[in-house]
């Protein structure tokens, strides 16, 4: 998914409230909305980033036990 689709992305990560999706759905009015529409931006910039970090490689086939030494 795009940049462009962020407010369906981030409607679907995270719970909002029903004016929070209004906002997303109709956009701001008021500076104070546009706040709100920005913080929502942001968190989901947060999110994004986090969902897409590489894990690292665990090799678990390994039958080692660092505390039996």
């Known amino acids: 998914m795009d940049d462009e689709n962020w407010k369906e ?7 909002l409230k029903p004016f929070q999706v209004q906002l997303l759905d109709e956009g701001a009015n ?7 529409l920005n913080s929502m931006w942001s968190d989901w910039m947060q ?4 969902k897409q970090m590489d894990l690292p490689d665990l090799d678990m086939s390994s039958n080692i036990d660092p ?3």
């Open 47 to 50: 999110m994004k980033k986090m």
């Open 67 to 69: 505390w039996d030494e």
């Open 9 to 15: 992305q981030y409607k679907e990560w995270k719970a």
């Open 30 to 36: 008021t500076q104070s909305q546009a706040w709100l």
